[in-house]
């Protein structure tokens, strides 16, 4: 039962333009969003999050939007640096502390 | 300010062998999060808990795996009897408590033990 789907395993993007990563979820229960970015060999490193309050936080380059009525957040990420590619995972969390990850979109910045 | 640190980084355990896995949380943070990333797939949780005290083991097998955070030292995941397919990269994070009525709730990981068993 995969309650978070990231349901692109890869994106390739133009340096200089917008970067935007998807994802679904189906629990209603989910009152905060988090995006992480993953290098190789490395934990994940947090980037930006949003509460269920809202519809968009951002923050320098990276701007999350959270649609509730369709169950859907993305990150836009603009404009996109080469450093930028890595591996994403949105998270959510529902209450508890623990977070229900998705599966993660493999983000590669084309020079 | 050192993040949260995860040794050993690299674990290799022949089948039927003990795996300890520690993790030191960032200072000041009184909740620590254990999670478990397949070849692949997303971080899957498997534990949650504050200074000697389990708050949600609802990931974790049932048989096998046990994890503690006592009042002095480090978080500790443990896994008796290794199998194969316990094979996998074991990630802690940790997060500060409950402050002047705000959840900080964005949890801080570490770089990770990758697990092997031959």
């Known amino acids: 039962d995969q309650q978070v789907k990231q349901n692109s395993p890869s994106l390739s993007v133009q340096e200089g333009r917008i970067s935007i990563l998807n994802c679904d979820y189906t629990?209603?229960?989910?009152?905060?969003f988090l995006w992480y970015k993953k290098y190789p060999a490395e934990g994940p490193t947090f980037l930006i999050s949003?509460?269920?309050?809202?519809d968009k936080n951002e923050d320098g380059r990276f701007t999350v939007f959270l649609n509730k009525s369709a169950k859907h957040l993305s990150l836009h990420i603009v404009p996109s640096q080469p450093g930028d590619s890595a591996v994403y995972f949105c998270?959510?969390?529902?209450?508890?502390?623990?977070?229900?990850f998705g599966q993660g979109t493999r983000l590669t910045i084309n020079p | 300010n050192a993040g949260v640190m995860q040794n050993p980084r690299h674990l290799v355990r022949r089948r039927g062998q003990e795996a300890r896995l520690r993790c030191s949380p960032v200072?000041?943070?009184?909740?620590v999060y254990w999670y478990r990333q397949l070849p692949e797939e997303g971080l899957k949780f498997m534990v949650y808990?504050?200074?000697?005290?389990?708050?949600?083991e609802s990931g974790m097998p049932k048989e096998r795996f046990s994890a503690e955070f006592p009042k002095e030292g480090p978080s500790i995941l443990r896994i008796q009897q290794v199998v194969r397919g316990d094979s996998a990269a074991y990630f802690c994070?940790?997060?500060?408590?409950?402050?002047?009525?705000?959840?900080?709730?964005?949890?801080?990981f570490g770089p990770g033990t990758r697990l092997t068993v031959l």
């Open positions: 994070a940790s997060s500060a408590q409950q402050m002047g009525g705000i959840l900080y709730n964005e949890q801080f």
């Open positions: 200072k000041g943070h009184s909740h």
């Open positions: 998270a959510a969390r529902a209450g508890a502390q623990k977070l229900v």
């Open positions: 949003i509460s269920s309050i809202k």
């Open positions: 808990l504050q200074k000697e005290n389990i708050i949600d």
């Open positions: 629990n209603s229960m989910f009152d905060y």
